[in-house]
């Protein structure tokens, strides 16, 4: 991939991994599915289905739509430049001037702090190279992790009986 770095450097990954950190770290909803493509949870490309009993419908007629072109899933990657513990410093940084400023509270923290290390790639150097698979491993150490406190189990439960997120 060709670089936008003037000299031909890499981009710098931080404004990236930062904004999806913010939404994700300060728990951003959506009310639209166009607010949602703004946050980045869906892309400009994905389908939008406006009327809720059309929903079944529009998701098979898009299943067997790339059924029909051959769809196959995308290989694994193995290659993802991440930034490392430096990438993690900053975000760290951000979740201490969101606790300092009472933005989020203690526990919003922890997540967020666990949240940065899978973003970054975890201990590893600045710009170094990790696989997906990797990567999916220190997501689901840090999901195992916060299933065991007692208030993000609260959190998942009042999450599934009211559909909004609890901020305890």
Do not use: W
């Amino acid at each position: 991939m060709p670089s936008t770095v003037p000299g031909g450097g890499k981009p710098d990954l931080i404004p990236y991994i930062a904004r999806a950190f913010e939404t994700v770290a300060m728990a951003k909803v959506s009310s639209s599915a166009r607010e949602a493509q703004g946050l980045g949870y869906l892309n400009p490309s994905d389908g939008i289905t406006m009327n809720y009993d059309r929903l079944i419908y529009d998701a098979k007629d898009a299943v067997l739509a790339l059924a029909r072109r051959g769809y196959r899933a995308p290989r694994r990657k193995n290659e993802i430049r991440v930034p490392g513990r430096t990438g993690r410093a900053i975000l760290e940084l951000m979740v201490y001037l969101l606790r300092e400023g009472l933005y989020i509270s203690d526990h919003d923290a922890l997540i967020a702090r666990r949240l940065a290390h899978v973003l970054t790639g975890g201990d590893v150097d600045h710009n170094a190279l990790v696989t997906e698979d990797y990567i999916l491993e220190l997501e689901k150490e840090a999901f195992v992790s916060l299933c065991g406190e007692e208030k993000s189990r609260a959190r998942m439960k009042h999450m599934l009986e009211t559909n909004r997120p609890l901020r305890n």
